[in-house]
């Protein structure tokens, strides 16, 4: 099923982004894993809280299994070793993959419970989004969402495709993947162009 495969892209690709950031702060071995693992399931632990539902972690071990071969494979290519501009382009990348992966499991998620547009949307956002902010704030950086990227925009576009989709009888699996590569497209380059939205500025008062 794609969801199942979006899922899994999700979890290792948030996983590896949570471990870049842990080598760029310098953590110890703990703090390496907690933030991959935090990173990985935070969003997820969220949503299934408002949805009053067991988080899918507490009794599946299929995403512990991809967290712990994810942390493994980036520890076996040494990336802890690595220039910081390659794990700089390295994490961009990465958590590109994991904000739409996540957008779309969250939207399917409020699809099942057959929730409205604004319920659809903000279960794709919070999933997409509530790792990378426990992660940012772990750390003590601005989450990208409040600044950076498009980043929420994205997760609200791809959440909001796929509900579209589903309406209409349209989310069949080319078209699940053109919005997952159209969203991480997107992401990328609203990075590279640094396109964000408008910022709300205080006037400069005239002396």
């Avoid at 693992?37 to 067991?54: E, N, Y």
């Amino acid at each position: 099923m794609a969801v199942d495969w979006f899922a899994v892209a999700g979890t290792a690709a948030f996983t590896f982004s949570g471990y870049l950031v842990g080598v760029r702060k310098h953590l110890d071995v703990l703090g390496v894993v907690i933030v991959s693992l935090l990173t990985a399931i935070g969003g997820g632990l969220i949503r299934d809280a408002l949805i009053s539902r067991v988080p899918r972690v507490f009794y599946d071990t299929e995403p512990l299994l991809v967290i712990g071969a994810t942390l493994f494979v980036a520890w076996a290519l040494r990336l802890h070793q690595r220039e910081n501009e390659l794990i700089a382009r390295l994490f961009i990348v990465a958590d590109s993959i994991g904000l739409v992966a996540f957008s779309l499991t969250g939207a399917m998620v409020g699809i099942e419970l057959d929730l409205n547009a604004f319920g659809v949307l903000a279960l794709a956002f919070i999933t997409a989004v509530g790792g990378g902010m426990v992660r940012d704030m772990l750390v003590n950086d601005i989450p990208f969402i409040l600044n950076q990227d498009f980043y929420g925009t994205v997760a609200i576009l791809v959440g909001g495709g796929l509900y579209l989709l589903e309406r209409f009888g349209l989310a069949t699996p080319l078209n699940l993947q053109l919005l997952f590569w159209g969203g991480l497209a997107l992401r990328l380059i609203a990075h590279w162009k640094e396109l964000t939205l408008p910022k709300i500025v205080k006037p400069a008062h005239p002396d």
